[in-house]
């Protein structure tokens, strides 16, 4: 049974308790993949059905170890890999497999979804490195991230044989509040990062992003919907919209009472999280509501009681990893108490967690992060549940 309790950030835990609950411990901080010549970032992970770990992430060389002055969160040649563990996460490949390197630029972020009929989702989104004087011959307006790097959008890759093999990509509709244009003058395909969720009645959720205002950039955030596996999608609501208020990370939980519940980034929200719910099944979304803590961006795991862990990166002084218990609906969010998972990172480049239950007891929450600002590593903690 799953019961709240603190964590020791930094190392481990000593089954201490609160409140007279038994507790979560931390067990052990460990290093899924690290390599010198690679900047390995934004990591997903999900159990097989068989009990095999895979976490995939992005990888590209490490531009400080080429010799230049600094890492970059996007990159000509950044591809999506996965690692595998069959034992629990004591242990994992070393050499990283290819899950998919864009045709046309470098890729972001991979977000895995395991579906219950054995196969894998892999949603993400590229970037298309161009001479800068071409940008001004492109159909305007396209989303410009530095000179001569313009966005390509969003797709997804799908695998029947447990990521050993991928077929796609599968690009998703235009969603029609989205303003910008990709280099060909074609209407940008949806995307964004987090967590999809396969509903109860078989459907895919997926909260994507779009940019309703150019200058300064502001995007909004939208519902799709896949009735087929994510072969195909269609729009379905608003999620949160904002004159002032950018939404955009954005992880989808359905509750055991059947509402979603979408856990969103935000910026010009001094970094708080928020929280928007639909209780009809995607087809509208409540106003959006203030989680009253910072930390970006969030996922959500139903634990075996039923309550929510909600983990997020911590980008403030100290920085890190941290988490929540929140209730089975997740209600309680103005009073779930705050557990450190990480407070040992070596600058603000660090984060993106994701986490899934190992067995009845342990869960493994995977991260990127770095130590002293060395290089960038796939991490994770293992913690226990007494």
């Known amino acids: 049974m799953f019961a709240l309790a603190g964590i020791l950030a930094g190392g481990e835990a000593t089954g201490q308790t609160v409140a007279g609950r038994p507790a979560v411990r ?44 600094k890492e970059g969160h996007v990159d000509p040649n950044s591809q999506l890999v996965q690692v595998r563990s069959r034992d629990s996460g004591a242990t994992w490949t070393r050499e990283p497999a290819l899950i998919h390197a864009h045709a046309l630029g470098g890729s972001q972020d991979p977000c895995l979804l395991q579906l219950r009929d054995g196969a894998l989702l892999c949603a993400s989104y590229g970037w298309a490195f161009v001479q800068p004087a071409a940008v001004a011959k492109m159909k305007p307006p396209v989303f410009e991230v530095k000179a001569g790097v313009v966005f390509l959008g969003g797709y997804l890759v799908r695998s029947a044989d447990g990521g050993h093999t991928w077929a796609g990509p599968v690009f998703p ?11 060909h003058g074609r209407p940008l395909p949806a995307y964004n990062r987090g967590a999809l969720c396969e509903g109860q009645d078989g459907r895919i959720f997926w909260v994507i992003a779009a940019t309703d205002v150019a200058s300064p950039r502001k995007t909004s955030n939208h519902l799709l919907v896949s009735d087929d596996h994510g072969a195909t999608w269609s729009y379905s609501a608003p999620v949160a919209v904002d004159a002032k208020v950018t939404f955009n990370e954005a992880s989808v939980y359905e509750t055991p009472r059947k509402d979603l519940v979408a856990f969103l980034r935000t910026a ?3 970094d708080h999280a928020v929280l928007a719910r639909s209780t009809d099944g995607g087809k509208s979304f409540l106003p959006w509501q203030d989680l009253g803590f910072q930390g970006h961006p969030l996922h959500a795991l139903r634990l075996p009681d039923q309550r929510v862990l909600l983990t997020y990166g911590y980008r403030h002084p100290p920085f890190g990893v941290r988490a929540r218990i929140l209730n089975a609906e997740c209600t309680d969010f103005a009073t779930a108490p705050e557990i450190v998972l990480r407070d040992d990172g070596g600058t603000t480049d660090v984060g993106y967690p994701w986490s899934v239950a190992v ?4 869960v493994l929450v995977v991260y990127y992060f770095n130590v002293a600002g060395g290089p960038r ?4 903690t293992m913690i226990e549940i007494d």
Request: glycine content about 6%; charged content about 25%; aromatic content about 10%.
């Open 377 to 380: 590593q796939i991490a994770g």
């Open 26 to 69: 931390k067990v052990r901080d460990l290093v899924i993949y690290q390599d010198a010549n690679f900047y390995s970032a934004f990591p997903s992970v999900v159990r097989r059905p068989d009990g095999e770990l895979m976490v995939a992430f992005r990888r590209a060389p490490s531009r400080v170890a080429l010799g230049e002055a």
């Open 268 to 270: 010009a929200l001094d």
């Open 359 to 362: 067995d009845g007891q342990r």
């Open 173 to 183: 509709p235009h969603v029609s509040s989205e303003i910008y244009f990709d280099p």
